[in-house]
């Protein structure tokens, strides 16, 4: 089995003690590749440097929504001198956020549009973060792809289904992680259900949100095994069937390595 945990933040510190361990106990798990994110420049260039460190780790790089409004004048110059490192396999996470407060929610449509246009430019795919602006995030994406292909993820989706449909419409992917095998959230379940499999990856969103049975302790890439097993169930496969499919869609819109 070969999983990809397409989402993790590998850079954060509450991973740095055992981050050698946490490797090896993915790859035991099957997670063959993960790829993680950068949240600002910063971030980003630390993602970059694991990328380098370890063959089985890809890096995102971006600035997240809730950290936009923190980037320097010259932040978003350096993610576009980032995007060209070959290490680098997409653009993110950005997105918009109104669950947070945390930056004015024009600058985080502006900064969430000059992601999608560097992805565009690039042909790195874009990632998405959003959270309660689906109908803002949907209308930028929708704007933005009279203009030109889309090629994106909506990263630890939980969203509705007409959300879904909409983004299945953009030819977006949509990345489950733990939240999808919390016990409330059956209506997730069912938008999982019927997203076609061509367009689903997994992810942890690490060291954030971890699965049953693991919830409330640090997440690990490792720990994608678990989401993969609740959309096998939900599709009725096997947890060896699920990661083929999750892994060969990753890399159809990831540039990663083979």
């Known amino acids: 089995m070969f999983l990809i945990d397409t989402h993790a933040h590998l850079d954060e510190q509450s991973l740095a003690p055992d981050r050698v361990e946490l490797l090896d106990r993915a790859q035991t798990?099957?997670?063959?590749?993960?790829?993680?994110?950068?949240?600002?420049?910063?971030?980003?260039?630390?993602?970059?440097?694991?990328?380098e460190q370890y063959p089985q780790v890809s890096a995102v790089v971006g600035v997240h929504p809730n950290y936009c409004s923190q980037a320097a004048p010259?932040?978003?110059d350096t993610i576009e001198e980032l995007v060209a490192h070959p290490q680098v396999v997409g653009i993110g996470e950005t997105g918009l956020d109104k669950y947070w407060d945390f930056a004015p929610f024009e600058l985080q449509q502006e900064y969430f549009e000059r992601h999608v246009r560097l992805?565009?430019?690039?042909?790195?795919?874009?990632?998405?973060?959003?959270?309660?602006?689906?109908?803002?995030?949907?209308?930028?994406?929708q704007r933005l792809a009279q203009e030109a292909p889309l090629q994106g993820v909506m990263h630890s989706f939980c969203g509705s289904s007409e959300t879904a449909r909409l983004g299945l419409d953009l030819g977006l992917f949509f990345s489950f992680a733990g939240m999808l095998t919390y016990k409330k959230n059956a209506d997730l379940r069912e938008v999982a259900r019927s997203i076609p499999l061509d367009r689903i990856l997994v992810e942890t969103d690490s060291p954030y949100l971890a699965p049953v049975p693991m919830r409330g302790k640090r997440n690990e890439?490792?720990?994608?095994?678990?989401?993969?097993?609740?959309?096998?169930?939900?599709?009725?496969?096997?947890?060896?069937?699920?990661?083929e499919i999750t892994t060969n869609n990753a890399r159809r819109l990831f540039p990663l390595p083979t």
């Open 74 to 76: 010259h932040d978003f």
């Open 221 to 243: 890439p490792a720990h994608v095994v678990h989401t993969a097993r609740c959309l096998a169930e939900l599709h009725d496969l096997t947890i060896e069937e699920i990661a």
């Open 29 to 51: 798990a099957g997670v063959g590749h993960i790829i993680t994110i950068g949240v600002s420049a910063s971030s980003s260039q630390a993602a970059i440097a694991l990328a």
């Open 119 to 141: 992805s565009q430019l690039t042909g790195k795919p874009f990632v998405v973060h959003c959270r309660d602006a689906e109908v803002e995030a949907t209308q930028l994406l």
